[in-house]
Structures are given as C-alpha cells and as structure tokens.
C-alpha cells in the first residue's frame, strides 16, 4: 500500500485571475500574479488501496460528496492515467483555516492533493507538470505549486515562479469579515460575470497592462506602485461582478468599512494597501515593520472578527509521514 502526505499553502492573487478562456481545460482568460502565504495550509495525505471500489475522500474530519468529491476524482484520474495505475485513493485532507470563503482554499487544496497523489501514484512529476495538473482543478492552484512570488499567464498551461519568497521583506494583514462559507463558489461566479456582465470585456482588456505595471513594480521593488496595482485590479474585478446579473456580491459593510481604514492608515503615513477576493476578507500587503501597528488598526474595527499576519510561504512539498 502506497501513500503520501503533502502540504500547500494558499496563494493571494495582486493581479487577479477572473474569467476562463475559450480555449478550454480551465485556461485563463487574464494574467495573474500572486504571492504564497505561509499561514494558510491545507494538508493532504493520499492512500492507495487496492480493496477500495470507489475514492474516499474526506476534508476536516467530513466526507466529502457531490461536485466536490467529483473534482478530487477527477484529479486522482489523471495521475492514474499518467501511472499506468488502477488503485482508488482514501484522501484526507485539512486546511487551517476556513474553507470556500475567499480565502483560496481551492489553491492550496487542489495543490497539496496533485502533489501527494502524485508521490502516492509514484509518478516523478516536474513542478510545471505538477502545475499544470493543479492548474485543470483549480487555476490558481496552479500558483500555490511554488512560493514567494509566482505568475499565471493568460492561456498558459502552468505557473512559475518570478521570485523568492524574501525578494520583499512584508506581511499580509488578513482581516476576516465573516467566518462561514461563501453563497456562491469562485469557479460558478467568474462563469456568471463572463457570461452577463456588461463590464467583462473591459475587464479583460485592462487586465495586461495592470499585470506589466505589477511585474515592473515588483522586479523594482517598488512597493507603492506594486499596491497601487494590485488595488486597480481588485477594484475592477469586483466591478465586473457587481455588473453581473444578477449580481455577484462578495463584499459586505466590513469589508468597505476595512477599505476605509487602509485609507486612513495610508493618509497617516503608512505604506497599506488592499486587495479582496471572491469573498469578503480584506488582505492587508505592509511592509513587515508596519505589520503590528496595521494588526491593531484593523482588530480595532468594527465588523471584523479575527486577523491573521502572514509572511510570504514556500512552494507545496512531500511531508515525512
Ligand atoms: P476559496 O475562496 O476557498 O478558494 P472556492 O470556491 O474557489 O473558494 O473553492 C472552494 C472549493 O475548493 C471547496 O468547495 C472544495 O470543493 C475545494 N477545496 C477546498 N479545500 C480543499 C481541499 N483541502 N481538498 C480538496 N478540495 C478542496
Ligand atoms: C478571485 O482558481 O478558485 O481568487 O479555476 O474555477 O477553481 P477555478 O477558480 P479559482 O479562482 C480564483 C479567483 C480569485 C483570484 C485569483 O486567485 O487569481
């Protein structure tokens, strides 16, 4: 009986990925680039056994059923394919932190289950190959197979890395607005918005040229600029999901109220800048010293019920046991 353990951590998108192309496999329609957190962990073991029928796959003590287990399996057989193998896998897997609620779950979830399948499966995968199957279950899974600072053309078939985690020396302040899941998943909403909001197309067109201006900002380490960017395209992100029909709401009072004191704290001196996802936690990028005072401003308002302070985290990886 063949098994293995993996970790991933989840990945905050700067430049956002929203929208799939039209040439299929879960390609992106956008450019994205993101970095890896070290706080946000999912953790995966996968178990062959020749006796099971079917998968098993279970997430934070639950089975796991439905279009969610259907999205594990598909991943369990594509490395039977490439293995040449025919044994279902007991999946058990733990993120620690909450699942389905913009914190990108599907990232470091789908890319802890391609690595420790893929060493269950014993297949000698490279990253790209590990990317790339990440990236077919969820695209920005496909992010969360390297750390530090990675990015995801448009079109591609996996991610890669720019630079090292410690190419910045900052944290992301994370405030989380609500504990519970989302109402409407990141794969069906992004399927929505493309289909009827009037301000997709824009959305699109605008979204390289917000991609070079990050990626220029980020090999300068220009931390202003790079939050300027980062700022623009979560804004014009969620435009094109509010002019969805119907509309795609992710953000609550909270999150505006959150938005509000990055930009106090900026008008008082301090270099904070914000991004959201499909969801309603603010994410905090600071330079590490100004990570406590920023902790505290954003405990200290109203609506948020728990921060969380990351550092930049490494790629996913084989754990002993
Ligand atoms: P999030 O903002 O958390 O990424 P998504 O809607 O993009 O939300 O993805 C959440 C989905 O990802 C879950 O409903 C589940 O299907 C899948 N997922 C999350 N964590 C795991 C995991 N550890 N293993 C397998 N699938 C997972
Ligand atoms: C807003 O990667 O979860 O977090 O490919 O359908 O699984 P699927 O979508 P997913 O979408 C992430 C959207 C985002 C932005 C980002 O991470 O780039």
């Known amino acids: 009986m063949s098994s293995a353990t993996a970790s991933a951590r989840s990945n905050i998108a700067l430049v956002k990925y929203w929208g799939k192309s039209g040439s299929g ?76 609620s913009g914190l990108a779950s599907s990232a470091s979830g789908f890319a802890a289950l391609v690595v420790a399948g893929s060493a269950a499966y014993g297949l000698g995968l490279s990253s790209a190959e590990q990317s790339a199957l990440s990236r077919r279950a969820s695209a920005s899974a496909a992010r969360s197979i390297f750390g530090g600072w990675t990015e995801l053309l448009a079109e591609a078939e996996s991610a890669s890395e720019l630079f090292p985690a410690d190419h910045l020396d900052l944290k992301v302040v994370i405030a989380l607005t609500t504990l519970g899941p989302k109402a409407v998943g990141s794969t069906s909403g992004m399927l929505q918005t493309q ?50 029909r119907p509309a795609l709401v ?10 509000e004191r990055v930009r106090q704290l900026r008008a008082d001196g301090i270099s904070a800048y914000a991004t959201m996802d499909a969801g309603p936690h603010v994410k905090v990028f600071v330079p590490s010293r100004e990570a406590p005072s920023v902790e505290a401003a954003l405990r200290g308002t109203t609506g948020v019920e728990k921060v969380v302070v990351s550092g930049p985290g490494g790629g996913a990886r084989v754990e002993a046991g």
Do not use: C, I
Not at 46 to 65: I, K, N, P, S, Y
């Open 25 to 100: 496999d879960n390609r992106t329609a956008v450019p994205s680039l993101s970095l890896t957190l070290a706080a946000l962990t999912t953790r995966t073991r996968v178990e062959l056994d020749a006796a099971l029928v079917e998968d098993e796959v279970e997430l934070d003590g639950t089975a796991v059923t439905g279009k969610a287990r259907e999205r594990v399996v598909r991943v369990l057989d594509e490395l039977r394919t490439l293995g040449g193998k025919r044994e279902r896998a007991r999946v058990r897997s733990h993120n620690d932190f909450p699942t389905a």
């Open 195 to 244: 289909a009827t909001s009037p301000y997709y197309p824009a959305w699109v067109s605008e979204a390289p040229a917000l991609f070079e201006r990050a990626k220029r900002a980020l090999a300068e380490r220009d931390f202003p600029s790079l939050g300027q960017a980062m700022e623009e395209s979560t804004l014009m992100m969620h435009a094109s999901m509010l002019a969805a």
């Open 250 to 259: 992710y953000l609550r009072a909270a999150t505006l109220d959150v938005l």
